[in-house]
């Protein structure tokens, strides 16, 4: 026997609010852990040419005034500084000492961002995003129906709250990256929910009149499921192979897009259709009280 996606629904949204809720609190609590896109400060990514212990590239860093440098070890011999802003000459005295302490180092990359750009980097962040969101709301009104663009929606913001809110607990760094991968989620989890959407509208023009519409979004889901997980699963595989193949700089990136993918697939089955299906049963339900109300 067939799982009845909608009648499980309350299910998924336990589920989906056992993820999103820890996240805002996270969220709330601590925050992102912005990079220096956003913050401003300089970055230096590090390899010394042998293994290093992280307490000793802090402890060389506290003696050049710097005891509030953030530090990420990625492997044995790699490292992420981040810092305040420094000044270039700053810059080459803190990779100078590094290597007279502790050893011989290459310098894999050097940023520098100011705080005005970080802000600048913000504000368009957020506006990329609510512009994201309104211009497919209007796009999916127009091809389906408002009540159908509104599910849509809920579903890519249940994806995005899922994405921050992992990045905020386990405090993973958020770069200009991130917003690319945010972005690049919501696109992917839309691309399914609009394939489930088409074939739930072509299925109900050929549905019996009798046939339940919680049954008929449920073929639906079935019928376009194989497709879904074979979609999610092809880029998973690259996605994993980029992860731990691609070197730490794009470590983060490529996390964020395996969680929205992951993200995107679950809600696109399990949550913007069984939302539409209450949206439908909400306006069902106003309507008939609609009459009596002017009878009274």
Same mark, same amino acid.
């Given at each position: 026997?067939?799982?009845?996606?909608?009648?499980?629904?309350?299910?998924?949204?336990?589920?989906?609010?056992?993820?999103?809720?820890?996240?805002?609190?996270?969220?709330s @609590?601590?925050? @992102?852990? @912005?990079g220096?896109?956003?913050t401003?400060?300089?970055?230096?990514?590090i390899?010394?040419?042998?293994?290093?212990?992280?307490?000793? +590239?802090r402890q060389?860093?506290?003696?050049?005034?710097?005891?509030?440098?953030?530090?990420?070890?990625?492997? /044995?011999?790699?490292?992420?500084?981040?810092?305040?802003?420094?000044?270039e000459?700053?810059?080459q005295?803190v990779?100078?000492?590094?290597?007279?302490?502790?050893?011989p180092?290459?310098?894999?990359? &050097?940023?520098?961002v100011?705080?005005?750009?970080?802000?600048?980097?913000?504000?368009?962040?957020?506006?990329? &995003?609510?512009?994201t969101? *309104?211009?497919?709301?209007i796009?999916?009104?127009?091809?389906?129906?408002?009540?159908q663009?509104?599910?849509a929606?809920?579903?890519?913001?249940?994806?995005?709250? +899922?994405?921050?809110?992992?990045?905020?607990?386990?405090?993973?760094e958020?770069?200009?990256s991130? +917003?690319?991968?945010v972005?690049?989620?919501?696109?992917?989890?839309?691309?399914?929910? *609009?394939?489930?959407?088409?074939?739930?509208?072509?299925?109900?023009?050929?549905?019996?009149?009798?046939?339940?519409?919680?049954?008929v979004?449920?073929? &639906?889901? =079935?019928?376009?499921?194989?497709?879904?997980?074979?979609?999610v699963?092809?880029?998973?595989?690259?996605?994993?192979?980029?992860?731990?193949?691609?070197?730490?700089?794009?470590?983060?990136?490529? @996390?964020?897009?395996?969680?929205?993918?992951v993200s995107?697939?679950? &809600?696109? *089955?399990?949550?913007?259709?069984?939302? =539409?299906?209450?949206l439908?049963? =909400?306006e069902?339900?106003?309507? /008939?009280?609609?009459?009596?109300?002017?009878?009274?």
């Amino acid at each position: 026997m067939r799982l009845h996606f909608v009648r499980w629904r309350f299910l998924w949204y336990a589920l989906s609010l056992a993820v999103i809720l820890p996240g805002l609190v996270s969220l709330s @609590l601590r925050g @992102l852990n @912005l990079g220096i896109d956003f913050t401003g400060g300089s970055l230096m990514e590090i390899e010394f040419h042998r293994p290093a212990e992280i307490a000793k +590239v802090r402890q060389v860093l506290t003696d050049l005034g710097l005891k509030d440098a953030m530090i990420q070890k990625g492997g /044995a011999s790699v490292f992420l500084i981040r810092t305040r802003p420094l000044e270039e000459k700053q810059s080459q005295e803190v990779v100078k000492a590094l290597e007279q302490k502790i050893g011989p180092l290459t310098l894999l990359r &050097s940023d520098k961002v100011g705080p005005v750009i970080g802000k600048e980097l913000t504000r368009k962040a957020f506006l990329a &995003s609510l512009l994201t969101l *309104v211009i497919l709301l209007i796009y999916l009104a127009i091809r389906f129906d408002f009540k159908q663009g509104v599910a849509a929606i809920i579903g890519l913001v249940h994806d995005v709250l +899922v994405v921050l809110g992992i990045f905020s607990i386990f405090q993973l760094e958020v770069d200009s990256s991130f +917003v690319a991968a945010v972005l690049t989620t919501l696109g992917y989890s839309l691309h399914d929910t *609009v394939i489930v959407f088409d074939r739930i509208r072509e299925n109900i023009k050929i549905r019996r009149l009798s046939e339940p519409l919680a049954d008929v979004i449920n073929l &639906s889901i =079935w019928q376009t499921l194989t497709r879904s997980i074979n979609t999610v699963m092809t880029v998973l595989f690259v996605l994993v192979a980029l992860y731990f193949l691609g070197g730490s700089t794009l470590r983060n990136f490529v @996390l964020a897009l395996i969680i929205g993918v992951v993200s995107g697939a679950y &809600s696109s *089955v399990c949550d913007a259709s069984p939302i =539409w299906y209450d949206l439908k049963r =909400w306006e069902e339900k106003r309507r /008939a009280k609609a009459p009596k109300a002017g009878r009274a």
